[in-house]
T-cell receptor
Framework: GDSVTQMEGPVTLSEEAFLTINCTYT??????LFWYVQYPGEGLQLLLK?????DKGSNKGFEATYRKETTSFHLEKGSVQVSDSAVYFC??????????FGAGTRLTVKP | KAGVTQTPRYLIKTRGQQVTLSCSPI?????VSWYQQTPGQGLQFLFE???????NKGNFPGRFSGRQFSNSRSEMNVSTLELGDSALYLC?????????????FGSGTRLTVV
């Protein structure tokens, strides 16, 4: 079945460092791809999305490009802040209301 | 507009008891999904309701059940609680009825079984 694999954490960076969190997927069709972020004690918040190949999702300085040829949707940010510390989840939806999540990557940004 | 509201935020129950969690989706959203989140298993899909009908179901035992009302509010029930049911239970709603554009999640109900 469809699945998502994302890089294991935790990831620790200094403020203003460049962030990449890798995400690859397996799907039989053409899913929509998402990044969600979870802050301590909270639910998941949709960070960005892409619904078709070559789409770039972006929000709050984060970006991810839907790469069908490499089945990837890597999350990037040019300069992280302490406030970006959270758990990040890559996810896909096959349009049949079945959303699959990766295991999550914990990011800690130190001042 | 108001987001997805889950109540209560925290619950402590004893093994063997049953529990009911509530979720009010964003106004106008007819799809409600439930997830269980644990450190060991991550996010696991429980079930999804659309217009009072269960459309999808994850791989959980029959002790886990749910329903959706005509106003789209949803409840999930866990009977005969086990220690392993301790988790954060998340509810998510969708306006399109599909996952194409993503879900909006509530803040969750933290269930602790002792």
């Amino acid at each position: 079945g469809d699945s998502v694999t994302q890089m294991e954490g935790p990831v620790t960076l200094s403020e203003e460092a460049f962030l990449t969190i890798n995400c690859t997927y397996t799907a039989t069709g053409y899913p929509s791809l998402f990044w969600y972020v979870q802050y301590p004690g909270e639910g998941l918040q949709l960070l960005l999305k892409a619904t078709k190949a070559d789409d770039k999702g972006s929000n709050k300085g984060f970006e991810a490009t839907y790469r069908k040829e490499t089945t990837s949707f890597h999350l990037e940010k040019g300069s992280v802040q302490v406030s970006d510390s959270a758990v990040y989840f890559c996810a896909l939806s096959d349009h049949n209301n079945d959303m699959r999540f990766g295991a999550g990557t914990r990011l800690t940004v130190k001042p | 507009k108001a987001g997805v509201t889950q109540t209560p935020r925290y619950l402590i129950k004893t093994r063997g008891q049953q529990v009911t969690l509530s979720c009010s989706p964003i106004s106008g959203h007819r799809s409600v999904s439930w997830y269980q989140q644990t450190p060991g298993q991550g996010l696991q899909f429980l079930f999804e309701y659309f217009s009072e009908t269960q459309r999808n179901k994850g791989n959980f035992p029959g002790r886990f059940s749910g329903r959706q009302f005509s106003n789209s509010r949803s409840e999930m029930n866990v009977s005969t609680l086990e220690l392993g049911d301790s988790a954060l239970y998340l509810c998510a709603s969708s306006g399109t009825g599909t996952g194409t554009y993503g879900y909006t999640f509530g803040s969750g109900t933290r269930l602790t079984v002792v």
